[in-house]
T-cell receptor, first 108, second 112 residues
Framework: GQQVMQIPQYQHVQEGEDFTTYCNSS?????IQWYKQRPGGHPVFLIQ?????EVKKQKRLTFQFGEAKKNSSLHITATQTTDVGTYFC????????FGTGTRLQVFP | SQTIHQWPATLVQPVGSPLSLECTVE??????LYWYRQAAGRGLQLLFY??????ISSEVPQNLSASRPQDRQFILSSKKLLLSDSGFYLC???????????FGDGTRLSIL
C-alpha cells in the first residue's frame, strides 16, 4: 500500500531559526493535508493542498505541493517556542494516509 | 459549532479485560467517523471508519471492533485486551470526502 514518509524524524532548533519538514510518497500524491500535534494533544488541521505546484502561507508557515505531486513541504520562518510539536502530512485518496511525522523542538 | 467528545481520557486495564471507548459528535449530521491508534512517538494508524449508521470499514485485522449505533456515536471495543493494544486512541470526524478531519482529545490506554 501507499507509504507517506517524512524527513527529518526529529529536528531541534534554536528559537528564531527556520525549520522545514518534507513529505514524500511512494506514489503520486492526490490531496495533501497538514496537521500539527502539540505534545500530549491531538492533531489539528492546518491546511490542504490540491494543485500541483501550489503554495499557501499562514503567517510564518509556508506550505508547498511539488510540481510532480510526489512531495510536499512545510517551512516555518523564525520559529517560536509555540511551534513545538509534531507535524504530519497526510494524503487523501479514498482515505487519509498519515505520514510518519516530524517532531520539532524549539529551544529558547 | 461542531464538537467531538471522547472518553475516558486515560484508562488502565489488565490483559484479557474488555474495552469500550466512546466518541460522540455534536453540531453536525451524518459525519464520517474514524478511530485511529497512535503508538508513543509514532504516526497515526487508521483502525476503523464509518460513513453511516451500522457501516463499519476495518483497516487493520486485530482483536478490536467498532460500532456506530447512532449517527453521531462511534464505539471502539474489545472482548479481550492484549499488551499490544496499549496506545493513544483518537476519534475523528469529517464532513466526508477529502474534507479535513477533526480529532477528539484522545484516550491513553495502558495495558498491564
Amino acid at each position: 500500500g501507499q507509504q507517506v514518509m517524512q524527513i527529518p524524524q526529529y529536528q531541534h532548533v534554536q528559537e528564531g531559526e527556520d525549520f522545514t519538514t518534507y513529505c514524500n510518497s511512494s506514489t503520486t500524491l492526490s490531496n495533501i493535508q497538514w496537521y500539527k500535534q502539540r505534545p500530549g494533544g491531538h492533531p489539528v488541521f492546518l491546511i490542504q493542498l490540491v494543485k500541483s505546484g501550489e503554495v499557501k502561507k499562514q503567517k510564518r508557515l509556508t506550505f508547498q505541493f511539488g510540481e510532480a505531486k510526489k512531495n510536499s513541504s512545510l517551512h516555518i520562518t523564525a520559529t517560536q517556542t509555540t511551534d513545538v510539536g509534531t507535524y504530519f502530512c497526510a494524503d487523501f485518496t479514498d482515505k487519509l494516509i498519515f505520514g510518519t511525522g516530524t517532531r520539532l523542538q524549539v529551544f529558547p | 459549532s461542531q464538537t467531538i467528545h471522547q472518553w475516558p481520557a486515560t484508562l488502565v486495564q489488565p490483559v484479557g479485560s474488555p474495552l469500550s471507548l466512546e466518541c460522540t459528535v455534536e453540531g453536525t449530521s451524518n459525519p464520517n467517523l474514524y478511530w485511529y491508534r497512535q503508538a508513543a512517538g509514532r504516526g497515526l494508524q487508521l483502525l476503523f471508519y464509518s460513513v453511516g449508521i451500522g457501516q463499519i470499514s476495518s483497516e487493520v485485522p486485530q482483536n478490536l471492533s467498532a460500532s456506530r449505533p447512532q449517527d453521531r456515536q462511534f464505539i471502539l471495543s474489545s472482548k479481550k485486551l492484549l499488551l499490544s493494544d496499549s496506545g493513544f486512541y483518537l476519534c475523528a470526524w469529517s464532513g466526508g470526502g477529502d474534507q479535513p478531519q477533526h480529532f477528539g482529545d484522545g484516550t491513553r490506554l495502558s495495558i498491564l
